[in-house]
């Protein structure tokens, strides 16, 4: 098979021209595609810390960090000591961070509806199988 027709060179593909979408379509929002990603796990897990957002994001602790950082100097998140465990620091979305994030979500959600235009219900459902079970087949060991 001509590397042109492997899978890998397609995946790629949808991947880099959809995270270019994602990227310009948050930009009206004045964030970006990481700080989006970053914002939406924060709001399904307020209290979350670095290091298991870092995990989930697939980034390492010191880009998340950075992330982190840049975000609070603009008044989206907030880091606070652990009420217990003072040595954990707890991130939260702030007022205005669940407000940009709302903005945000709504311009992925739009982008996500035009991704879907002309493909029915059972498309998109299958399209999200066979993405998922490339995913598992990629983490299976020996590869």
């Known amino acids: 098979m001509h590397y042109s027709e492997r899978l890998l060179i397609h995946i790629k593909q949808a991947e880099r021209i959809t995270q270019a979408?994602?990227?310009a379509a948050v930009?009206?929002?004045g964030i970006t595609a990481a700080q989006q990603a970053a914002l939406a796990v924060l709001s399904d897990n307020p209290g979350i810390n670095a290091a298991e957002l870092a995990r989930r994001l697939s980034v390492t602790p010191q880009t998340m960090n950075s992330l982190?950082?840049?975000m609070e100097t603009r008044g989206l998140i907030a880091r606070t000591p652990h009420p217990v465990h003072g040595t954990l620091i707890e991130i939260r979305l702030t007022e205005r961070g669940a407000e940009?994030?709302?903005q945000a979500d709504a311009l992925v959600?739009?982008?996500?509806a035009r991704l879907a235009e002309g493909l029915s219900a059972d498309e998109v459902a299958a399209v999200r199988d066979l993405l998922a079970r490339i995913v598992h087949n990629a983490e299976a060991p020996g590869l």
Not at 109 to 112: F, G, I, Q, R, W
């Open 68 to 70: 982190l950082g840049r």
């Open 109 to 112: 959600a739009k982008l996500d």
């Open 21 to 23: 979408a994602k990227e």
């Open 27 to 29: 930009r009206e929002a």
């Open 100 to 102: 940009v994030f709302a």
